[in-house]
């Protein structure tokens, strides 16, 4: 296992886990806010819709689906 | 059929400045345009109300129409998002700050404030740029606006007074008498005003406009990533290069959050598709001055053609050869600062009054020495 923080909560994850799959683990949906403030998730898992957006290590607008969580990475969501 | 005062070609951010000027003074207008509002270049654009010292005759125009949109300012609603971000030139070598102290004493003279940068004013002012840059020059009172709300609200304002608009119609000549549309139809108007932007030559041959075409990238939000609109001092160079491919870094920050990227200049390109040759040579000049670009995310890419002409001035006035057409075009990256400008002249000539800055520089019947 490794450690990772989600919104600065220390979470256990398998190595090789992709972040997006660590948040919906941790029991959060909502990765981020739209411009208009609605709740987005991820949806194609795959990189192309974008919508699973998260900031990694202070780089905003990183698709989670396709980061694979490594040890001490700190992930923002909700922005 | 109807007779309309005046028929302007072109709903771009200058016809649209026409089309609010010219019924201001109770003129019947009819503006027509193949596409749309704001459907060429105006689209295609920063949408940055710059001061330019690329000449005295530029400078006059584009701080007379700076001032014009500061004034316009409380009226303008939010959606224009017209902000006060300033301009900051970014000297990349000491040969360059030679060149900011230059450009403060003439921005000095022409009324406009400005103030010099050191090297730790400059990365206080834009953490983002590279360490190492000289200096710069902070013009604070450029501003930047989204142009084709703007372009709208001109188009507003016009239609309150009355003006007509006729969009979907392609102009294919126009005369003493008015246009002639692709549709067979034609429009009757006392006077026509040519604001067809890079297609302006194609109505009037006399104009001599060529198609100066550009690339644009505009990143995902990220906001406070740049705080000034950003554009080297090796700019001007690109822009008065004659004949070659030439790009700048020049950055805008907007609103959102988003950052608008540039910039290209490519004469003759034959498509309006994105050329992934000079787009790299542009992200990698912007690099330079700003590695931690490298990590933002591009959403869209796109190109536009700017009008440019022999001299890097527009045409404004009376086009030789026509009793009663005027040229309102060849605004080459200028347009949104110099519509407002624009349009005040050419409602001062049709008016018969003297306008505010002299009109010589920018006459169609102007002469070009080559060079």
Known sequence: LITITIDKKSVAVEDGTTVAAAILNAGNTSFRRSVHGDARGPLCG?????????????????????????????????? | MK??????????IVGAACAAALTREGMNVVVIDANGIASGTTAAGMGHIVAMDDSDAQMALTKYSQDLWKLRADEMPG?????????????????????????????????IDSEILDENKLREAEPNLREGLPGGLLVSGDTVVYQLTATKFLIDKAVVNGAELLLGDHVVKITNDGVALENGESISASIVVNAAGANAAEL?????????????????????FVSHQLVELGYLKSAHGKESDSVAFNVQPRSTGQILLGSSRQFDAETGE??????????????????????????????????????????????????????????????????????????????????????????????????
């Open chain 1, 46 to 79: 795959m990189g192309t819709c974008f919508e699973c957006r998260v900031t990694i290590d202070g780089e905003k607008h990183q698709r989670s689906c396709n980061a694979i969580a490594r040890d001490g990475m700190e992930v923002v969501t909700g922005e």
């Open chain 2, 3 to 12: 007779t309309f005062d005046v028929a302007i070609v072109g709903a771009g």
């Open chain 2, 79 to 111: 959606n224009c998002e017209f902000e006060n971000c300033g301009t900051v030139w970014v000297a990349a070598n000491d040969e360059e700050m030679i060149e900011v102290r230059r450009k403060h004493v003439y921005y000095s003279a022409h009324g």
């Open chain 2, 204 to 224: 009037t041959p006399q104009l001599k406009i060529r198609k100066r075409k550009g690339h644009l990238v505009i990143t995902d939000r990220y906001d406070g």
């Open chain 2, 274 to 371: 994105v050329d992934r040759d000079i787009l790299c040579q542009m992200t990698s000049r912007a690099f330079e001055y700003m590695p931690r670009l490298r990590k933002l995310s591009a959403v869209r890419v796109w190109t536009g053609y700017r009008p440019a002409t022999p001299d890097n001035l527009p045409y404004i006035g009376k086009i030789p050869g026509f009793e009663n057409v005027y040229a309102a075009a060849g605004h080459e990256g200028l347009g949104i600062t110099t519509s407002l400008a624009t349009a005040e002249m050419i409602a001062d000539e049709i008016m018969g009054r003297k306008s505010k800055i002299s009109p010589e520089p920018y006459l169609p019947s102007r002469t070009f020495i080559e060079h």
